[in-house]
């Protein structure tokens, strides 16, 4: 079980979407209501407020690798 103590938004490793910026990443630090997010392919870390991030649905994770594998593919 994830520790959501603020009204749902996600935990510490899970990945997730700033609503403000619709930009998909990792959950890598918390404090108080602010939420440090880290791209998924590695990059940058952003700042987001805890109410303006919610968890990836499974469809999002999903559409996320598939986007990633054909962007791969192309690149060989």
């Given at each position: 079980?994830?520790?959501?103590?603020?009204?749902?938004?996600?935990?510490?490793?899970?990945?997730?979407?700033?609503?403000?910026?619709?930009?998909?990443?990792?959950?890598?630090?918390?404090?108080?209501?602010?939420?440090?997010?880290?791209?998924?392919?590695?990059?940058?870390?952003?700042?987001?407020?805890?109410?303006?991030?919610?968890?990836?649905?499974?469809?999002?994770?999903?559409?996320?690798?598939r986007?990633?594998?054909?962007?791969?593919?192309?690149?060989?």
């Amino acid at each position: 079980m994830t520790d959501r103590t603020h009204e749902g938004a996600p935990a510490v490793g899970e990945l997730a979407v700033d609503t403000t910026t619709d930009h998909k990443g990792k959950v890598v630090r918390r404090i108080g209501s602010v939420v440090l997010m880290a791209t998924l392919v590695g990059g940058r870390v952003w700042r987001a407020g805890a109410d303006q991030v919610r968890p990836l649905t499974p469809v999002e994770i999903r559409a996320h690798v598939r986007a990633t594998t054909h962007r791969a593919r192309r690149t060989r």
